[in-house]
């Protein structure tokens, strides 16, 4: 079940390549066929590095649980945001990058319009049921150039994506299991968010919802 006003659940035709805005692509279900060797390998990820709710530069713990993949991962902490190449809870280097997970960002990106998408970083993102993410930016990335790769697993969510100002009213558009939004050029730094997660349930993650970034970080 969607919140009960996440208003942009579009027919599945509108939605196989969707424009958002200019350099903002949803496309709907892409992920689908790689899906449960996406999860398989997210669970093999947090055996080494687990799941944990990052602390914000103001003190809050974040609701969303996260880890990474890749020579870099995204870190919050009372310092600030960073990426960092250890994973700060062990010191050891994140896991590398799947295979399979380079090659799905590659071509997502290549459909979208940008060719030769090489991410070094992959946040995962875990929510539950209560779980969201507050309207930002990602620009912690010294490579504006490169587009961001954002696929959805698991339980529905709403994605709150506004515009290039906090003020921005943001619309709200469905995320599906197996979606994949590519996110770049004038769309670079358009404020975006995951409203509330409802409680619902999907076959392959129970109440949980997984989101994968892949980002060129330096
Ligand atoms: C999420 N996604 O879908 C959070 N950022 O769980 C993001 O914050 C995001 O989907 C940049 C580009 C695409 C995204
Ligand atoms: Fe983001």
Redesign the pocket.
Known sequence: MMPRDCAMDLFPDDRRRLMLDPGAVLLGGFALPDDRLLLEAIATIAEAAPFRHLETPGGRRMS?AMTNAGRLGWVSDPRGYRYDPNDPLGGAPWPAMPQAFAALARNAAAKAGFDDFAPEAC?I?R?EPGAK?SL?Q?RDERNLDQP???V?LGVD?C?LWGGPTRADRPRRLA?HHGDV???GGPARL?F???DTLAPSTHPLTGAL???L?F?RAA
Do not use: P
Request: charged letters at 10%.
């Open positions: 969303v946040l993102n929510y993410l930002h990602d961001i790769v954002s959805s969510a994605f995320l939004v590519v996110w358009t975006h968010g995951i919802r997984y989101n970034t980002r």
